[in-house]
């Protein structure tokens, strides 16, 4: 069981406002709950696997130019860059 | 001029010069027009589509080469990118997205001389599975506008089954592709992992979804594999399908195969409807000569849980992107602090994708990673190996593709539970990597009930042959529509 308390703590940390406590935190509630039916899957000592690829079969690690206009297309931009609100006020 | 004609037919009766594309692009749009206010698969419509048909017809005209589409109108899912027209993933925050480049399927079907005729309906970011998480508003069931059309693909689902196009491209994270189809009576593909580059498609939950077509008949979802299947340099991920011919044998027949029926999916909470058909399919698949035995997966009872913990994880890092800096609407930064920007301009994001990015910050967090993240990863593994065994013994595996009949508008909306277990039987191919299709089986009441068909990796041109031999056993009426 988790409770309501960690799920907002997630969601402020995940940079998303709450305004809805009913529509958000009570159904994310509910779906974490259900998660724990993993608990009796009885998987603990199942190895992960992962897939992998081998480097040699990567794609070229090269710079290819896409769009120098792509920039003008943002809201907000200076020249080259990307213009974002203050750290910190 | 009729609409209701398979990929094959329409390109057949291009090349022989029955029909003009540019007849049949118009005859199309007017069907947009006429039935879409209804039904709701369109976010936009391709107003040069007509102009690309007579473009079409004069090259046929004066003998030069035309791609083997010969200017079939195709809807697309709105997660998918074409060049300089909007994407919107159904959401609004992207509202205003154009897309710089095209998807790679969509750069092998205009070689082809595919015309899409317009972007369709989805859940938000493909997060939902009825098309009610849209942000535009619901797509309804052809079969019956009271009813779901399943999703999040819907969108394309309902554009095939009701006319509006010949074929559709739609993307599967967890049955994404399968289900609409199944709720619509169309023919849905999740193909192996890898087989279609996701190159272009806004990314969900990178791991496990797939690009899939939509279409009227089996042979021409095989038809689009041969077009969109492939190696891609710009997607890592992509096998060698060394240019299999999907079409080529596609009639050989399922004499002497070994089918398993996945006996987690038709027990508990499966609809008696939806039940009574899937045995009708299984002895329809006995007397075409194929072998049927019941196979358990212990293992699908926990992947509904173990789905969600990962394409959870996966969307709080994919949707990590939209801070409505690089992408997104115009909202002023002024009088704003890095963080609570970001924050405030979130707030266009829907509820379930809210939700969702909230749970995917949560389950792989410190602390709770052990007790989500990792189990979920592991019940992947697992639940791989047991259909890994499971095909040592068996062919092909069977089952209904949802266990209930598509459901009223607003009925399930509520409750995230019972939606998670709508989902049932189609995340273990996600999770797995292996292919499945849901075939258009029966009716009840007027409302449509597929069968679902997995195979080993790599083995889609089998399943595409087990797919068409069920096909061929049924007839099924005509949408109201």
Not at chain 2, 266 to 292: F, P, Q
Not at chain 2, 340 to 361: L, N
Not at chain 2, 385 to 395: H, Q, S
Not at chain 2, 465 to 474: G, I, P, R
């Amino acid at each position: 069981m988790v409770s309501e308390e960690e799920i907002q703590h997630v969601s402020k940390l995940m940079r998303i406002d709450i305004d809805d406590h009913k529509e958000y935190v009570e159904k994310v509630h509910m779906m974490i709950d259900y998660f724990d039916i993993l608990d009796s899957a009885g998987v603990e000592s199942e190895e992960i696997s992962m897939p992998e690829i081998s480097i040699s079969d990567l794609r070229e690690d090269e710079y290819i130019p896409f769009n120098d206009k792509l920039i003008e297309k943002l809201n907000h931009y200076k020249g080259t860059y990307v213009r974002a609100p203050k750290m910190s006020s | 001029m009729n609409l209701n004609i398979s990929a094959l037919d329409f390109v057949q009766e291009v090349k022989t010069g029955n029909i003009s594309v540019e007849d049949f692009v118009a005859k199309t749009i007017e069907r947009i027009q006429n039935v879409d206010d209804k039904l709701h698969a369109f976010l936009s419509v391709n107003e040069k589509s007509i102009d690309q048909a007579r473009d079409i017809d004069k090259r046929i005209k004066s003998g030069d080469k035309v791609g083997d589409c010969f200017g079939m109108p195709i809807s697309i899912k709105d997660n998918i990118c074409i060049k300089d027209s909007k994407t919107t993933c159904a959401s609004k925050m992207l509202e205003n997205y154009v897309s710089p480049y095209d998807a790679t399927v969509i750069t092998k079907l205009k070689q082809q001389d595919a015309i899409f005729v317009g972007k369709v309906n989805m859940d938000e970011f493909a997060m939902g599975l009825t098309t009610e998480f849209s942000a535009y508003g619901p797509s309804k069931n052809p079969w019956n506008i009271e009813h779901v059309p399943g999703g999040s693909s819907g969108g394309s689902a309902v554009s095939v089954s009701a006319f509006e196009c010949v074929a559709s491209l739609g993307s599967d994270t967890g049955g994404s592709v399968r289900n609409p189809a199944s709720f619509c009576s169309t023919v849905g593909y999740k193909p192996t992992y890898g087989l279609i580059s996701r190159f272009g498609l806004i990314s969900y939950a990178n791991s496990i979804e797939q690009i899939g077509p939509l279409t009227r008949t089996v042979k021409d979802t095989a038809f689009m594999l041969n077009l969109i299947s492939g190696l891609d340099p710009n997607d890592n991920t992509t096998i060698d399908n060394k240019n299999e011919d999907y079409l080529s044998g596609i009639e050989v027949g399922i004499e002497g195969k070994k089918i398993g029926i996945i006996k987690e999916m038709i027990g508990e909470g499966i609809d008696s409807e939806v039940l009574s058909a899937t045995k009708d399919a299984i002895s329809r698949l006995e007397s075409l000569g194929a072998t049927c035995e019941e196979i358990s997966l212990d293992m699908v009872k926990y992947s509904v849980a173990a789905y969600y913990t990962i394409t959870a994880t996966e969307a709080g890092s994919n949707l990590a992107r939209y801070d409505n800096l690089r992408y997104g609407y115009d909202f002023p930064l002024e009088g704003y602090e890095f963080n609570s920007y970001i924050s405030k301009a979130r707030k266009k994001f829907g509820p379930e994708v809210t939700r969702r990015m909230i749970i995917g910050g949560f389950v792989p967090s410190a602390g709770h990673a052990g007790k989500y993240f990792l189990k979920a990863l592991k019940v992947k593994s697992k639940l791989t190996n047991e259909v890994n065994e499971a095909f040592k013994r068996v062919d092909l595996l069977v089952s209904p593709t949802v266990p209930v009949l598509p459901f009223k508008l607003g009925e399930k909306i509520d409750d995230p539970i019972s939606l998670f277990l709508v989902d049932i039987n189609t995340v273990t191919a996600n999770l797995t990597g292996k292919p499945a299709i849901s075939i258009p089986f029966a009716y009840s009441n007027g409302l449509p009930i597929g069968i679902q068909l997995m195979a080993d990796s790599s083995q889609d041109k089998l399943l595409l042959q087990a797919a068409y031999a069920l096909e061929q056993t049924v007839t099924l009426p005509e949408v109201p529509i």
